[in-house]
């Protein structure tokens, strides 16, 4: 069993900064490519960025240029920094990850932290 655990959301003003995390914790499992999408109530969960194993990395339209993900493999942790924030960044955000346990390949998500923009 595998499980995502983010951290670092919260409030903060326009222009702001956040960093998130999200740590993969179980036994005997490879991580493939991992990512953030973002959840506002009443909408879809969108994708927000991704990176390979590799470091090939993609991003959303509205966030390229202010948000960075990376990754520190040894630690199974992927990170999203947000730079000038603006209110309508504010959602529920949640890691993913394709995860191989065994010969299987699956999905996982993360419980999701909220991040709040707002003066």
């Known amino acids: 069993q595998v499980q995502l655990v983010e951290s670092g959301g919260g409030l903060v003003q326009p222009g702001g900064s956040l960093r998130l995390s999200c740590v993969a914790s179980?036994?005997?499992?490879?991580?493939?490519?991992m990512g953030w999408y973002r959840q506002v109530p009443g909408n879809q969960r969108e994708p927000v960025a991704r990176?390979?194993?590799?470091?090939?990395?993609t991003y959303a339209d509205s966030v390229k240029g202010r948000f960075t993900i990376s990754r520190d493999n040894a630690k199974n942790t992927v990170y999203l920094q947000m730079n000038s924030l603006k209110p309508e960044d504010t959602a529920v955000y949640y890691c993913?990850?394709?995860?191989?346990?065994?010969?299987?390949?699956?999905?996982?998500w993360g419980q999701g932290t909220q991040v709040t923009v707002s003066s």
């Open positions: 993913n990850a394709d995860i191989r346990i065994l010969a299987s390949v699956n999905n996982y």
């Open positions: 990176i390979t194993t590799g470091g090939t990395t």
């Open positions: 179980g036994s005997d499992f490879s991580i493939y490519s």
